[in-house]
């Protein structure tokens, strides 16, 4: 069974570094083609992709937000951290985890997501 | 990448059948036979309800399809059922090993 669970601070002041942890089990991200995403969704409005790392340790960053973007993996601890630096308050969101199968182009299992807001 | 464009709402009575577009340019939805559609009730995470353009997952009901044509996408949803109320969204690859989103449409079932 593929679950993934998201966990960090639900608040975080503007200018601050968020680091969020998505842990996983059902999968390893050790295995060829594995890969995870992480997808933010502003309170009520659409989903956006941020990044992604693959099994052999390749990253990916959406264009808008990678110079404050940085994922990484410990696959030993079948954990995921994305960090986001300079927060502000335009990057309140619920923070989404989510699996990429081998040789898919889509997100199968998505973690419950977090709450993250920032706020003075 | 601008998100991609969707209705904001839809609706239709139970059996119903309605349909949710999806478009985008040709280098995402038109350049690529990776649409995948995700639906998403209130508080919960999406859930992949089509991807490869039209292709189900195990476990969804045939009543969902997904086509595509040119730049847009398309969600038939086929007798409607109370259940399937929620927000649905598209998404694209986009080149470059990054996806974008479409703005999401709400589907009332009246």
Redesign the interface.
């Known amino acids: 069974q593929v679950t993934l669970k998201e966990s960090g601070p639900a608040l975080v002041k503007p200018t601050q570094t968020l680091t969020l942890t998505c842990t996983f089990s059902g999968f390893s991200l050790s295995t060829s083609g594995m890969r995870v ?1 992480w ?1 933010r969704q502003p309170p009520g409005k ?4 941020l990044a ?1 790392i693959d099994w052999d340790d390749d990253k ?1 960053y ?3 937000l990678k110079t404050r973007l940085t994922i990484s993996k410990d696959t030993s601890k079948n954990q995921v951290v994305l960090t986001v630096t300079n927060m502000d308050p335009v990057d309140t969101a619920t923070y ?1 985890c989510a699996r990429i199968p081998p040789n ?10 977090t709450l993250v807001t920032v706020s003075s | ?1 601008s ?1 991609l464009t969707q209705p904001r709402s839809v609706s239709g009575s139970p059996g119903q059948s309605v349909t949710i577009s999806c478009t985008g340019t040709s280098s995402d939805v038109g350049g ?1 036979n ?1 649409i ?1 559609w ?1 639906q998403q009730r209130p508080g ?5 309800m089509i ?2 353009v039209s292709k189900r ?1 195990s476990g969804v009901p045939d009543r969902f399809s997904g086509s595509k044509s040119g730049n847009t996408a398309s969600l038939t949803i086929s007798g409607l059922q109370a259940e399937d109320e929620a927000d649905y ?1 598209c ?1 694209s ?1 986009a080149g ?9 449409t709400k589907l009332t079932v009246l």
């Open positions: 995403s997808i659409a989903l956006e992709w992604r990916f959406s264009a808008s989404y898919g182009v889509y997100f199968d299992y998505w973690g419950q997501g | 990448q998100a690529y990776y995948s995700y919960k995470a999406p859930k992949l991807y490869d997952p969204y998404c690859y470059s090993y990054t996806w974008v989103f479409g703005g999401g």
